[in-house]
């Protein structure tokens, strides 16, 4: 059976702190790693790895799948109380995303 | 442009009662999605359509239906509706033609069965 599983479940921290968020995955036969961010309502896309070892980077954001390994990585450096979300990691496999349970990231001011 | 409409945006049930969840996209994507996020489960599968006329069951279908008429619309019908229904439904869809694309959500449904 296909399993996602973040890391830790929540997190709190302060303005200017770095965070890495994990996602680990027992998934066979993906095609991608999605990672999507959830504030109050609809989840938003932030990243999409097709490629083990290779980094995508957006601004203080950068990820990266390690497929030997089973796993991938947030990075949020200096943090904004604006990156109070939800974090959501999903294999696509088949077309469905098979998501984690989260990682409820709290930035303090 | 609007994306993914869902509506209601939050809606309170009597146990045992009929109730249609509406989704409609205008972004003619092939394929659809209807996740129910539960605190603690993150987002779990119910049913998808990958082209109009064609559904298929997801992780969690018990209790639900769904139809694909045409390719703007994804209705999620729960026949009868139970306490354990309560949670709050995403609408989703994505162009599958193309490969490695993302998924874009609606605004979701809060739904509290009494």
């Known amino acids: 059976e296909d399993k996602v599983v973040q890391s830790p479940l929540s997190l709190v921290v302060h303005e200017g702190d770095t965070v890495t968020l994990n996602c680990s995955y027992e998934v066979t036969n993906f095609r991608s790693l999605l990672w999507y961010k959830q504030e109050k309502k609809a989840p938003t896309f932030l990243f999409m790895l097709?490629?083990?070892?290779i980094e995508k980077k957006s601004g203080r954001l950068s990820s990266i799948l390690d497929k030997k390994e089973l796993f991938s990585i947030l990075n949020i450096t200096a943090t904004q109380t604006g990156d109070s979300a939800i974090y959501l990691c999903a294999p696509k496999k088949g077309g469905k995303l098979i998501f984690g349970q989260g990682t409820e990231l709290s930035v303090k001011p | 442009i609007a994306g993914i409409t869902q509506a209601p945006t939050s809606q309170i049930l009597a146990a045992g009662r009929r109730m249609t969840l509406r989704c409609t996209q205008d972004m003619r994507h092939n394929a659809m999605y209807w996740y129910r996020q539960d605190l603690g489960l993150g987002l779990r599968l119910i049913h998808y359509?990958?082209?109009?006329?064609?559904?298929g069951k997801g992780e969690v279908p018990d209790g639900y239906s769904v139809s694909r008429a045409n390719t703007d619309d994804f209705p999620l019908t729960l026949a009868s509706a139970v306490p354990s229904q309560t949670s709050v439904y995403f609408c989703a869809s994505s162009d599958s033609t193309k490969s490695n694309t993302e998924a874009f959500f609606g605004q979701g449904t809060r739904l509290t069965v009494v």
């Open positions: 359509s990958n082209t109009a006329g064609t559904t």
């Open positions: 097709t490629s083990s070892g």
